[in-house]
Structure formats: structure tokens, C-alpha cells
């Protein structure tokens, strides 16, 4: 494996707002053209968690959603709206937290994440807060899909990742997390690689896929200034592909669940 | 807040070993002449946590280290060096968890993490195993320093990170963490900011050091080709700086302690 001395990140300019049912692809063509710049092989492209689920038509009109007496319950509990709540406890598998304004659940994809990364702001809606944003189906699988239509679009083998923003438990602030992968090794393991001094080293795996969903993060804005695709150049991304799944820690293997 | 379009990361190539009492910052100035490049205004320095650690000699020989009765005990129970055990435990407030092979404490400094931080790879040593590398006694402070020193030496006014690679608790994989960090905002606070609709944002702050960190551990790697430091240029750090212990969840908000 060689590291890159350098890499650059570049956010896509102008892509127009996502509707269920458009191709990424063309809008990912569309920035590349404003940007002036082409796709390459080995590049990564960074994809918004909001962007795949709105062309994936993810958005659920809450009124359209009749809470359960459980998630009513939950809602009080929590004091959220209980619609809301409803839309939370179908994409999980349980609750793994809960306090006033609080709700860590974990999602039936396995990630431990706040109100099972179900979204209300940067949704449009006719009239505020009666819309919200579901996590897509099955992110690997989008990144997968991604993956072939650029290459069929832009004609680049590139690493498709998709982030969201985690809170983490220990550490105040939230941080860009890859949620679908594909075209690169979501985990890098260096199991008995040498370190500088020959000394077998004993930390092995390296979360790749969310190091980059990080960096990516960093361009991409959480405000009015968001820009949901990043290209992220120069990395070594050789290595068997593994998707996004695999850096869910097996409940087994987990101390803190 | 304007979000950058681009940004680049550089690593600063063929630095030498690190020994107690080196100045960093002219360790930097050199790897800066061999890449070609000048420091700007704005760049941010991020430093590997093991070269910091090495310069201040936060080296200790485990020849030298006791075990205590408590220590002795713990290291039966964790399997592992009691006197590696010894030096965990006087670098932290209290145990975690533990498990056969795992023990993961509260560092004095707030951070939850396995064995104190403290490493036994990359740790040059006459007979191998008898050395092992504490974190800076002060990241913070120790940031702040290599700011100073960056600009007498190098004449910019940069931000400063201290990294190192953190394992999480629901994910596989170690990710970078900022522990020290002076010049930027670790945390950006983005309450009351509207969002691409209008509403305002509820996910409020963003752990900007710490995906700045994990984006600089992409070009480190951590076995022989190590690369400590690593320049991010292009971003926005305007903002009041505020230390990496602003990351540190204070426990009495912390559901998962």
C-alpha cells in the first residue's frame, strides 16, 4: 500500500435541488462541466445522505404517518412530534437511548445514530415540519448503482462513498460517516504489517470509507451554503471493495450498545 | 461562514526520526523546503500525536515502571504488560470497560479511549516491547507552542491540530481525532444558522478538528510509511478558537459512559 503525499477535495458548484427520481449521475456531469473538470479513475466521489434519499424519494409527508401507541408513548417520553417517532421506530431495531429532546436508536441498517438519521431540515415542504427524510433503502447498494452510472456517464472507475453526520457519545460535535460504500475498502486492515521499527503493529483496521466521508464533510456545509457532492482526488484506493456494512461493529463484539 | 469549494492536503515528506527536545516547528521548515512549498496564513498544521509526544519525551522505558497491586491485577484480568497496565491506569481517571485484551479508560484529559492512548508501535527500542509512548502531558498547550513556533519560524498564521487514531464504539476501524488544536473553532457552532429552506438547523455543532483530523490520518498511515505531518490548505478556520477539550463530552451529558 502507498499513501498519497497529497490529495485534494473539490465540492461540485451549482447542482440544482434533488427530486425523487433524478439522476444523480447527470447532476454529478452537469457540476463536473461548471467545475471544468473530468472524473478520474481512482477518484472517490463523496455523495450527501440527503441528496440519494431525496432522488431515491425517501421525503415521507408525516401527514401521512398514524403513530402507533408505542411510538405515541415514545413521543411523550421524548417530546417529539409522535409521527415523527412512528417514522423512527420503523427504521430501527430498537432503542438503544432515549432522554427528553433524545433518541438513539439502532437503525435496522445497524448504525447507532440519533432518531435513526431521519432528517427534517434541508427538506422542502410547503408547510414547515410536515415533511421529513429517510436514510435510502440500502445505501451500499446505492453506492453501488452510483458507481455504475458514473462510470457509464462520466467513463471513470472511481469509490463511491455516502455520508451523514453522527453524533459520536464521547465527544461533542458531529462527524461525516459512510453509510454506503462501493469501489474501495470501506476498512483498511493492516493486521501484521510492519510499523517503522518492525514491530508488528497491534492497532489494525483504519475506518477508510469514514475518514473520507469526514474529510468530504468538512466541504459540504450543514446550512444554506451545502454542497452535497465532493471529489476526493489522489487517494490510494486499491484494495478489495468492501461495502459500508462491514464498519458496523457486530453487536457481539460492542461494549457500549 | 463561507464553506471552501476546494481544499488540498499535502504531506510533508522525509521527515526525520523524531527525538526528545526536537523543535517541531524546524523539523516542519525542512519538510516544507524538500515538498517546495511555503506556509500560508490560514494552512492547517496537523501533527501526528506520536511525533509531539516523542519531542516532549513522553518516552517511558517499562524497566523503570513498578506495578502497583491494582495494576498487577487489572493486567491478570486484561491480559496484558502490568507494568503497560501501571501506566494506563496513572494516566486516567477510572476504567471504562474491559474485556480480555481491551481495556478502555476515561484519560485524565476526558478523552474514553483504549489503553490512554498510550502505544507501544512506532516506538523505536533497543529490545523490542521495552518502550511505550504517553500522550503530550497538555495536547492543547502543546498546539498552542507549535502555533507560536510555526509562525516565528515560518511566518503564517496557521491553525494547529494534534491527532491521533481513535477506536469507536459502534464502528470497526480507528478514525483520526483532534486532541490538541489552537488557531481554529474545534467545535463550529452552527445553532440558529437556517437551512437550505429556511428552518433552522437542529444539528447544531460540528466536530470540525476532529474531521479535519481524520481527513490528515488519510495521507499518515500508520505502519512504515508514516507521514506525521500533514498540511491542510484551503479551508475556512475563521471563527473564535477554541480548544480540542471542547470536544470532550462533559460525562453528565454523556449517555454512554
Given at each position: 500500500m502507498n499513501i498519497a503525499n497529497r490529495i485534494e477535495l473539490i465540492a461540485l458548484p451549482g447542482l440544482p435541488a434533488v427530486k425523487p427520481g433524478d439522476a444523480l449521475d447527470g447532476l454529478v456531469a452537469q457540476g463536473l462541466d461548471a467545475a471544468r473538470i473530468d472524473l478520474c479513475d481512482g477518484d472517490v466521489v463523496v455523495f450527501a445522505q440527503k441528496v440519494v434519499s431525496k432522488a431515491e424519494g425517501?421525503?415521507?409527508?408525516?401527514?401521512?404517518v398514524t403513530p402507533s401507541p408505542r411510538a405515541e408513548e415514545v413521543a411523550r417520553q421524548v417530546d417529539k412530534d409522535p409521527r415523527l417517532v412512528e417514522l423512527i421506530l420503523r427504521e430501527s431495531k430498537r432503542i438503544v437511548r432515549q432522554r427528553r429532546d433524545v433518541l438513539v436508536v439502532e437503525h435496522r441498517l445497524g448504525f447507532v445514530m440519533a432518531n435513526a438519521g431521519i432528517d427534517q431540515s434541508n427538506v422542502a415542504s410547503a408547510a414547515e415540519g410536515e415533511f421529513a427524510l429517510l436514510l435510502p433503502e440500502d445505501p451500499d447498494a446505492s453506492a453501488l448503482r452510483l458507481r455504475a452510472a458514473l462510470a457509464r456517464s462520466c467513463g471513470a472507475r472511481t469509490g463511491v462513498i455516502i455520508n451523514d453526520s453522527f453524533g459520536r457519545p464521547w465527544r461533542r460535535g458531529t462527524a461525516g460517516v459512510a453509510i454506503g460504500c462501493a469501489g474501495l475498502p470501506a476498512l483498511r486492515d493492516l493486521r501484521g504489517r510492519p510499523d517503522l521499527f518492525g514491530r508488528t503493529l497491534r492497532v489494525t483496521e483504519i475506518g477508510l470509507a469514514d475518514e473520507i466521508a469526514a474529510a468530504a464533510s468538512l466541504l459540504m456545509g450543514q446550512a444554506d451554503e451545502a454542497r452535497p457532492v465532493v471529489i476526493v482526488r489522489g487517494l490510494d484506493i486499491h484494495g478489495p471493495a468492501l461495502a459500508?456494512?462491514?464498519?458496523?461493529?457486530p453487536p457481539e463484539e460492542d461494549l457500549f450498545r
Open positions: 425517501r421525503l415521507v409527508d408525516l401527514r401521512s459500508a456494512q462491514v464498519l458496523v461493529r
